[in-house]
């Protein structure tokens, strides 16, 4: 089993910055897995940004340029910095290991 946490949520102004991170525990080998995924009141849930097995990164094009995913092996972590904001971009974010393991989610408001 593997268990993930999220942290970093929150209220923010359009055009202002948030990080997400997430920590994960139990059988968990590597950071190349993971990924941030979102979804938003009405919508399917969509990928975001993630880190291939192999290491390189994906991002959905809409946060391309704005949102940065990174991560810290050593503390079993991946972060997703977020960028000139958008109140689309609200959501509850989830981060997920080889989406198989879910976190919790924590909600992201883009509002003035």
């Known amino acids: 089993q593997v268990q993930l946490v999220e942290s970093g949520g929150g209220l923010v102004q359009p055009g202002g910055s948030l990080r997400l991170s997430c920590t994960a525990s139990?059988?968990?080998?590597?950071?190349?897995?993971m990924g941030w995924y979102r979804q938003a009141p009405g919508k399917q849930r969509e990928l975001v940004a993630a880190?291939?097995?192999?290491?390189?990164?994906n991002y959905a094009d809409s946060v391309k340029g704005r949102f940065t995913i990174s991560g810290d092996n050593a503390k079993n972590t991946v972060y997703l910095q977020m960028n000139s904001l958008k109140p689309e971009d609200t959501a509850v974010y989830y981060c997920?290991?080889?989406?198989?393991?879910w976190g919790q989610g924590t909600q992201v408001t883009v509002s003035s």
């Open positions: 139990g059988r968990f080998f590597s950071i190349n897995g």
């Open positions: 997920s290991y080889s989406t198989i393991y």
């Open positions: 880190i291939t097995h192999r290491g390189s990164t």
